[in-house]
């Protein structure tokens, strides 16, 4: 027969901090939360003389854990300021990419038309060269690529 506590009762309080219980069904166990600022959660034994140790040891662990979560944010401080300093910095390709990022839109713009011209049937092939045509032809001309048995070569 399990237990199942929808809401968590308040059973007093120790040392300043008001304790509610919970029961935990996935690991079987019943578990205090200490509320104070923060809520410290400790897992119950069957033992009271245990239990008031865990409580004791749980609240002797605060430093400690404040201490982590103090050096967590100075951490994600020294983050956001590193982040700032990246945002500000040029982007050392950005000649490169405005230069392929044109030649894209070109190609992109040469067969869209050459879509829109088979739709239409307002102008015949011979009239214009065909860009595919173009870049199909190119494509034959490259020379294959060489391997050897230490690395490969891509021309």
Do not use: W
Not at 76 to 95: D, I, M, S, T, W
Not at 100 to 118: F, I, P, T, V
Not at 122 to 134: C, G, K, Q, Y
Request: one cysteine or more; aromatic letters at 6%; glycine letters at 4%.
């Amino acid at each position: 027969m399990k237990l199942v506590l929808a809401e968590k009762p308040s059973v007093g309080s120790y040392r300043g901090f008001q304790m509610e219980l919970s029961f935990d069904s996935f690991r079987n166990e019943f578990d205090v939360t200490m509320k104070g600022a923060v809520s410290h959660r400790v897992a119950l034994g069957t033992d009271a003389r245990g239990n008031i140790t865990r409580l004791d040891n749980a609240l002797a662990g605060i430093p400690e854990r404040l201490e982590r979560a103090n050096e967590q944010l100075n951490n994600l401080y020294n983050q956001q300021e590193a982040a700032k300093a990246e945002v500000g910095k040029p982007f050392p390709q950005e000649a490169e990419l405005t230069a392929k990022s044109q030649r894209l839109a070109e190609l992109d713009a040469a067969l869209n038309m050459e879509d829109s011209a088979e739709k239409c049937d307002e102008r015949s092939e011979s009239e214009r060269p065909s860009v595919l045509a173009d870049l199909k032809s190119k494509a034959e001309h490259i020379p294959p690529a060489k391997y050897s048995e230490t690395r490969e070569e891509v021309l």
